[in-house]
């Protein structure tokens, strides 16, 4: 019994630190290093975006990322707390940067964004990701970066 | 009932914020329910009464273990205890339990984790000593002892992030995260990931939880009766009003108004 719950704990704890390494290639602007940490049959939903907002973590993911980085090449992120529950680790996290370029539709009118995020990872047996969904006020992300 | 805090000694005093000794001698003829807001510390639980329950984010009414250690609290709990009360217990200060053990803290956020599973067989032996114990004063020893071995172990050495965590303490969380780093001369990747590490959660979030912990302490000291919330409300360093209830209700769980009521209630109820 306790070594059972040795383990699940061991488990987790490599889980908070995968999405802590996560957040730190986010950091470093590293889309290669961020999907590594997850299967090659991931998925990643955008929730604000709806349906269009779903694809593969490996390419729908690091495309998103991607245009991120290229747009807000400043872009930086605070993970503000973590809580593990079941298979899922459900991080707080704000991302803020500045607008260099066009994103989505959106002028760049050179502003910034501060935005609190909510990540949920979800895990294999192996603790890779299996599955993310990123959800943030997307209105307010909006308002911020048009002056509105 | 018989619930005390103890300072720590001067040489732990940065890393120890106090430890406590809880009991009581009767057996309580049906469960009681305390609830307690996020205290911005991390602690070492020994019980040697009867095992008890806690309801979370994460705990739904599970039994603890025995002896375990808890990170930050980053929402309200309750503990449903019965049966005899006997625990004491190794209050730190925010940085306080990655300084001398060395554990990344954020992985016991909101958890209560077995000691056993964290520091190994050498808890047994101290469990064993605190539960024959026979007196208050012979508990407290062993608690500094178990400390104490740690911090001759370790050499600990409180660096800027333990400085700036009990900054934070120190000033209820009313207190610019962007002051302090450039006051500590550090960058702010760097501060925020170690601070993380050490803490359990971002110096911002941290700052927040201190403040609603600190508010609710307030509001129990005055029994929950608030003449003026506009005061309270700006003394605390909420922008207005509706920020205060959305930073209250994160935390707390529920509403002011409900939180004030519910305990009002419940303070009545223990004083007839």
Redesign the interface.
Known sequence: M?TT??TE?IA??TR??TC?EFF?AY?DLDTERMINLATPEATVWFQPLGEDGKGLFREFGKAVWSLLMDCFPDI?N????????DDAVTC?V?IFGTQEKEFMGLPSKGLKFNSDHIFVFRFDENDKITDLSINWNHENFVAQLTGA | MFYRKFPPPAHLQSFVECFYIWEYSKTLSKAIAIESPPTGFASIVFNYGTPYRVTS??LNGGLVPKNFLTG?A?KSYQLQLSGQIGMVGIVFRPAGLHTLFGM?M??F???R??L??VLGKCVDEYSDKIEDAASHSERLALLEQFVNVQFLRKNPVADRTDFAANLIVDKRGLININDVISELYVCR?QF??KF?QKV???P??YTRIRRVGHLCNELAQKRWKIDDWQDLIYHYGYYDQSHFIKDFTEFIGKAPSLYVKNNTELANYLKN
Do not use: H
């Open positions: 306790e719950k040795t704990s987790e704890l908070k630190g802590i730190s950091q930086d605070t993970v503000d707390s973590m809580y593990s529950e707080k704000a | 984010q994460k930050q980053t990344p954020y992985e956020s909101d958890e984790t077995n056993r599973d990747r925020e990931r993380l359990g959660v971002s911002k979030y």
